[in-house]
């Protein structure tokens, strides 16, 4: 069954320091999304996109962050100068459709930051 | 503001009883909802959305619109229906498209 892959699992980073999270969504899914979950806390939406834009960012999405899909297949989300409480685990989903469909899930990439 | 509570952060049974994980929500649009479910050291997956009105591992959920809940139920729990409980509300309009999740029920179920 096709999945959502992402790497790292884990990332240990200094604060300042840029960190790239990879993502590799599932091959025909049109999609992509960056979600967060800081320990404790609920899961929050971060960023979507779709047609390689940006189709809808939060609050959270702010300059420090931006997304890209360099190659067709990779969808990556950057932070440009990590702070401490950017510590979060950051799932990458994608979904065939934008409306009412099912969003497939990676399994996240726990982000330190120390 | 679009919202999703789910006001129980545990909930605990005993395996063959009647569960029931609740979520409200607050949306001024047309409200699209989900379950997704999160086993232990597994990846975050889609258990039910209302839309399909199925029944999935035996869990169903019924939008209420009236009094704006989408609660999941299961009458009789089995061990392996532990797991993390995120009720989650799609925004779609215009260039929207993303999930509200709630804050996730943690189930328990004892033998």
């Known amino acids: 069954e096709p999945e959502v892959t992402q790497t790292p699992s884990h990332q240990v980073t200094q604060m300042g320091q840029e960190v790239i999270l990879r993502c590799v969504p599932i091959s025909n899914h049109l999609y992509f999304y960056w979600y967060r979950q800081i320990l404790g806390q609920k899961v929050e939406f971060l960023v979507s996109f779709y047609n390689n834009e940006i189709s809808e960012k939060s609050e959270i999405f702010d300059d420090q962050f931006s997304v890209e899909r360099p190659d067709g297949s990779n969808f990556t989300l950057k932070i440009r100068s990590t702070k401490l409480e950017d510590s979060a685990m950051y799932f990458c989903?994608?979904?065939?459709?934008?409306?009412?469909?099912?969003?497939?899930f990676g399994q996240g990439t726990r982000l330190t930051v120390v | 503001a679009q919202r999703v509570t789910q006001p129980e952060k545990l909930l605990s049974v005993f395996k063959g009883a009647p569960v029931e994980l609740k979520c409200n929500y607050s949306?001024?649009?047309?409200?699209?909802l989900f379950w997704y479910v999160q086993y232990s050291r597994q990846r975050l997956q889609l258990l039910l959305r209302?839309?399909s009105r199925e029944s999935i591992k035996g869990f169903t959920a019924d939008l209420n619109k009236g009094e704006t809940s989408f609660h999941l139920k299961k009458p009789f729990a089995q061990e392996e229906d532990s797991a993390m409980y995120y009720c989650a509300l799609g925004q779609y309009g215009g260039s929207q498209g993303n999930l509200i999740f709630g804050k996730g029920t943690k189930l328990s179920v004892k033998p």
């Open positions: 209302h839309i």
């Open positions: 949306y001024s649009g047309s409200p699209e």
């Open positions: 989903a994608s979904s065939l459709e934008r409306v009412n469909t099912e969003a497939f």
